[in-house]
Each structure stands twice: as C-alpha cells, then as structure tokens.
C-alpha cells in the first residue's frame, strides 16, 4: 500500500477520532524528550510566547502553561484542542492559551503576534507532502521574533522498524497508521 501524499479529510478524522475514543494525551509507550526542549532550548525563568503547530490535546501544551508561557495553539483537529483547553482549564493555565483551528499553513497568517519560539513537536510528518513542511518552516520563521527559535522534535524516520511496526497496525477507522507517519 504506497500513498504518496497524505489526505488532510482523512488525517484530521483521525486524531478526531484519537480525541473522542482514547483521549489524546494518553501518550503511554511513547519516547519523550520534551524536557531536552523545555530546560536547554528554551528559557522556563523567562516568560515568554509559543506558537504551538499540531498542539492536539495539549500533552505539551499543559506543560509550558504551567512553565509559565503563554501559548497559541493549532491543531487540524478541533476535537483534539477543545480537550486541549478543558486540560488547561482544568489546571487552571487557560488564560495563557489561545487555541486556533485549522491546518497549520491555512491560519498562521492570520495570527497577528509575533512569538519568541515555534514548536514542531512530532507534528512535521503529519503534512501531506515536503511542500508543506517547507512552507510552515518559512511561515514560522516569518512568526518569530528578532532572537526567536524554531524548535523541531520529530521521531527518527530511518528506524528500520518504522514502517513494518506502522503497516500492522491500524487506526478505529480500519486505516493502517503508516498512512498518518510515512513522511517521516
């Protein structure tokens, strides 16, 4: 099964579905090295603003609101961002969240602040093609402010364990889940 380009209908119906049947901040099995970004990349003494593209249910969103930042989150999913701002709301941090729905290309120009960091955190591969992704990467430059950062954390796409592991499973839409990471 080669799919050349991703379909956003079928991708945001996916993490739709992630939001409603399973919660999206379940991460359990998942390597995370948020930290390496959060102590060393940026700056928790300092307060500061954070594009965040593909925040989902705000696994890493609730973590830098209670760092402190203030943070524009976008998702394709609109599911996936209200649980992200129940989240936050929960923890009392929703003052400091701004959630925008809507793919990543499609809506950061309309977003008048400039930021001091863009987050990409496993988000990347989720675009349909490389096209995209070098649009965002310019978009998000175009956000930052004079010093800012654009922060990128993607899984190591030439794991020889990727695809198989992928091409097994699949999705409560019957999808194989390599569908959604084969741009990695």
């Known amino acids: 099964e080669l799919i050349m380009t991703i379909?956003?209908?079928?991708t945001r119906q996916h993490f739709d579905n992630i939001a409603t049947d399973h919660g999206v901040n379940d991460h359990g099995g998942n390597v995370d090295k948020s930290d390496v970004f959060f102590d060393e990349?940026?700056?928790?003494?300092?307060k500061n603003t954070v594009l965040e593209c593909g925040a989902g249910g705000g696994f890493y969103t609730l973590r830098l609101l209670k760092l402190g930042y203030e943070v524009t989150a976008v998702d394709i999913s609109e599911k996936a961002l209200q649980v992200n701002y129940q989240t936050a709301k929960n923890h009392q941090v929703?003052?400091?969240?701004?959630?925008i729905g809507g793919s990543f290309n499609a809506v950061v120009d309309g977003i008048g602040s400039?930021?001091?960091?863009?987050?990409?955190v496993k988000v990347l591969h989720h675009f349909d093609n490389l096209e995209e992704i070098h649009e965002a990467l310019w978009k998000a430059y175009a956000k930052l402010k004079e010093g800012g950062k654009i922060i990128i954390f993607e899984p190591n796409g030439k794991n020889l364990f990727w695809k198989p592991f992928l091409m097994l499973q699949r999705d409560s839409a019957g999808v194989r889940k390599w569908h959604y990471e084969q741009n990695l």
């Open 41 to 46: 990349l940026m700056n928790p003494k300092v």
């Open 7 to 10: 379909n956003k209908q079928i």
């Open 114 to 120: 400039a930021f001091d960091h863009v987050l990409f």
């Open 94 to 99: 929703e003052t400091y969240l701004s959630i």
